[in-house]
């Protein structure tokens, strides 16, 4: 647990309202989900809780996925509060260089209003309808969004439409000439001290409205205390109020779905909760605002079932709190810090540690991975892998019995962060345990050198974006 905060004031839990003891049995729940990355957890303006999974760090953003929608909805209400533009225009009309394939008569029918509510008209998203290879080919998504044919009348169903967020974002970029973050940074970003906030773009060039954020934890926790205040921070109304009101309330009914916590309401690329509301991505990545609590969530995971994060903190927080201060609870706080320490960590690669194997390359069999060779050795208590593919050389050096951070590019344009432990599980297996640090990502890459040769599989914690690889084979 972190001891001090340089981005929020720091107390105790129970100096807030919270047991010590109520956190411990949280963080315990948490512990069997084997997901977290990072949590943030602030009452009354006050952090009493944060920690990062090593070898997640404090300093690194992560990976928001649909989080992002809810920066693109933030934008939105700054463009119209500025006069930029109006819920109520319909989308189309900022797009007049554009043609496409639906009758306009359709396409004037479908206003701001309806992308941020998820109710444009569409039976499923343009984009989540496609095979990999399909999108991969897609030159520009708002193109997409407005060709893919309109079922419903616009307000009539919610539909989850990361394309419609997209075209938020681009109308962004149409009524102000800049990308949604350069136009978040001296209404939002700047204010709030929040430098680790970034989009990937898309292929027509506009940040993409509705996935490819990252940002620190920390930042996320400003952000939804910010909100929590009503928009205000440090004293200034920075997020316009009324706007922000409606984002964050019940706009549209999807009661269709299933999950308790995905049936109760949307707005404005706003989740509401049984408690509260939320932003949130794929996997678990959370701004989570409990206003009648006066408390925050923000939280960075990687968990397919996302709502099993979110059961612990209704059975056993949110009945456990309390509205006037306690006297400090020395021992139940070093009791929890203890925990947190030495138990909540990614864990390493388990097995023997302390063998060798001198350096060998196997030119591998043509592969749907574009995989040509592969290296490995064993010095200095790390092991290394190299894969050389069609991205050219992609080297992992792994620690036997601790992490090694790796930068890697990964298919971005950025460097990334993979840390890696190792061991040998038999006699003829190596395995690397990779932690993919800025995302919720863990691969595991098994080497078994049986009869000389090499067989090579990768697998990942999550098929999302990053499915298993087929098993690969050396030449013989």
Known sequence: MQIESDFLPYST?????????????????????????????????????????APYRPETPHMLFSLTKSFTSLAIGFAEQEGLLSLEDPAVKFFPEKTFKQDEAVLEKVTIRHLLTMS????????????????????????????????????????????????????????????????????????????????????????????????????????????????????????????????????????????????????????????????????????????EADMVIAITSGLPEMGRILDPVWDILLPSLYDHARADKPEAWAELDHYAQNELQIPLCAGDRLRRMEKKTFKMKPNPCGIRSITCSTMMGRAQLLLDGPNGEELISAGFGFFVDNPIRMKTAFMRRASASAAWTSENVLRFEVVLADSPYRMTYLLDFSNGALRFERTSNLQFLNPDWPVLYSAE
């Open 120 to 291: 444009g008209g569409h039976e499923t998203c343009p984009l989540l309808s496609l095979t990999d290879e399909e999108r991969d080919r897609i030159t520009d998504y708002t193109q997409a969004f407005f060709d893919a044919p309109f079922v419903y009348a616009p307000g009539e169903k919610f539909v989850y439409n990361s394309a419609g967020s997209h075209v938020l974002a681009a109308i962004i970029r149409q009524v102000t000439g800049v990308n949604m973050t350069e136009y978040l940074t001296p209404r939002l970003l700047k204010p709030l001290n929040i430098t680790s906030f970034r989009v990937m773009t898309s292929p027509e060039g506009v940040e993409m409205g509705g996935w490819g954020g990252m940002a620190c934890t920390r930042d996320l926790a400003k952000v939804g205390e910010c909100i929590r205040l009503g928009g205000v921070w440090n004293g200034k109304q920075i997020i316009p109020a009324e706007y922000l009101r409606q984002a964050t309330s019940f706009q549209m009914d999807n009661s269709a779905n299933e999950a308790p916590d995905w049936k109760v309401g949307y707005g404005y690329q706003f989740w509401q909760s049984r408690h509260g509301f939320r932003g949130d991505g794929a996997c678990g990545q959370y701004i989570l605002v409990l206003p």
């Open 13 to 53: 839990p129970e100096r807030e309202g919270v047991s010590s003891r109520v956190l411990l049995d949280l963080l315990k729940a948490w512990k069997e989900l084997d997901s977290l990355n990072s949590f943030i957890i602030v009452r009354r303006g006050k952090v009493i809780a944060e920690h990062y999974y």
